[in-house]
Structures are given as structure tokens and as C-alpha cells.
């Protein structure tokens, strides 16, 4: 099975960035969904943005599009989340996600539920 460890939160000021890491114990083919979610206190989990095609394909949310960049490494171990001119609103636990499948996820928490899970890593936004 797929293990995926998420690493690179912590604390920032508002306006400031931050790289998340998602780390994937296999290869990660043209055939999975990777996805950044997201959960606020009192929230519900969002998704963030998420690719397929190794990238070829991306998705974001109105909430940090123009902000946050998903991207995947050359190795195909790895997808960021880089996340500039972050708000007090950002403050969450960040996941990523991983499905194997032969379409696009878009962004659709559905198509991830029954998939592969991090942990998580905290992200505060302080104002």
C-alpha cells in the first residue's frame, strides 16, 4: 500500500510562505489523483488543490487560487504545496491525498475518500 507522509507545516505571519511536502513511499504514475486538503477548526475538510497526469493537469480552490502551486518532484516520490501570501484563514491541518484511477479527480473529496492518507501537518497564520 501507498504510505504518505505530509512534513513542512508550522507557524508564519500573515504574508508569509510556506512549502508543504507530501512524500510517497512508491512511484507516483500518471494514473493517480494527488490531492491537498485541508481542515480549520470547526471546519470541514476542503479541497485545496489536487493534480493528475503528473502534474499535467491541476486544480485549485477560489480560496488560494493565485496563491498556492502544486507541483510534483522529477523523482515522482514527492508533491508540494507552495503556499504564498498565506492568511490568518489558512490556519489548518493540511492532508494529502492519493488515488489510483483512470480519470481525473478534480478536486472532488469523493473520489479521494476510500484512497491513501497522510497524517497531516499544522499550518498557523498569525495576523
Known amino acids: 500500500q501507498l504510505q504518505l507522509v505530509e512534513s513542512g507545516g508550522g507557524s508564519v505571519q500573515a504574508g508569509g510562505s510556506l512549502r508543504l511536502s507530501c512524500a510517497a513511499s512508491?512511484?507516483?504514475?500518471?494514473?493517480?489523483?494527488m490531492g491537498w486538503f485541508r481542515q480549520g477548526p470547526g471546519k470541514e475538510r476542503e479541497g485545496i488543490a489536487d493534480m493528475f497526469g503528473r502534474g499535467s493537469s491541476t486544480w485549485y480552490s477560489d480560496f488560494v487560487k493565485g496563491r498556492f502551486t502544486i507541483s510534483q518532484d522529477s523523482a515522482e516520490n514527492t508533491v508540494y504545496l507552495q503556499m504564498n501570501s498565506l492568511k490568518p484563514e489558512d490556519t489548518a491541518t493540511y492532508y494529502c491525498a492519493a488515488i489510483w484511477t483512470w480519470t481525473p479527480c478534480r478536486l472532488q473529496y469523493g473520489r479521494y475518500a476510500n484512497g491513501y492518507w497522510g497524517q497531516g501537518t499544522q499550518v498557523t497564520v498569525s495576523s
Open positions: 512508491g512511484y507516483i504514475s500518471s494514473n493517480y489523483c
